[in-house]
């Protein structure tokens, strides 16, 4: 059963810093794009970042840029989320997704173009 669990989500003051983490099982996701969505009350689930398969390249929404960082451990199975300077509009519940194509070049920021998702963490940002 292929399953991907995101742990690392809680409660953070603005400014502070949270570090999500994505554990993938069942298969290996290592040919496959990875992205991080989200989705607050009353909202549309929306693009965070992505990575490609091998880890070279990544892409954010632009209202994270400079504050989150993606990243990838192959070997582990394994997607990490870096989320500094965090903001009260950054409160939502973050979902880690993977890709069904295999080795594409391009790293989609529509969520139908994911196949595999977890079952979301809430991070909540005071102000």
């Known amino acids: 059963q292929v399953r991907l669990v995101e742990s690392g989500g809680g409660l953070v003051q603005a400014g502070g810093s949270l570090r999500l983490s994505c554990q993938a099982s069942?298969?290996?996701?290592?040919?496959?794009?990875m992205g991080w969505f989200r989705q607050a009350p009353g909202k549309e689930r929306e693009f965070v970042a992505g990575i490609r398969w091998g880890g070279g390249t990544t892409s954010y929404a632009d209202s994270v840029k400079g504050r989150f960082t993606i990243s990838r451990d192959n070997a582990e199975n394994t997607v990490s989320l870096q989320m500094n300077s965090l903001k009260p509009e950054d409160t939502a519940v973050y979902y880690c997704?993977?890709?069904?194509?295999?080795?594409?070049?391009?790293?989609?920021?529509?969520?139908?173009?994911?196949?595999?998702w977890g079952q979301g963490t809430q991070v909540t940002v005071s102000s």
């Open positions: 069942g298969r290996t996701f290592s040919s496959n794009n």
């Open positions: 997704a993977a890709d069904s194509s295999i080795l594409n070049s391009r790293i989609y920021s529509s969520p139908g173009r994911y196949e595999y």
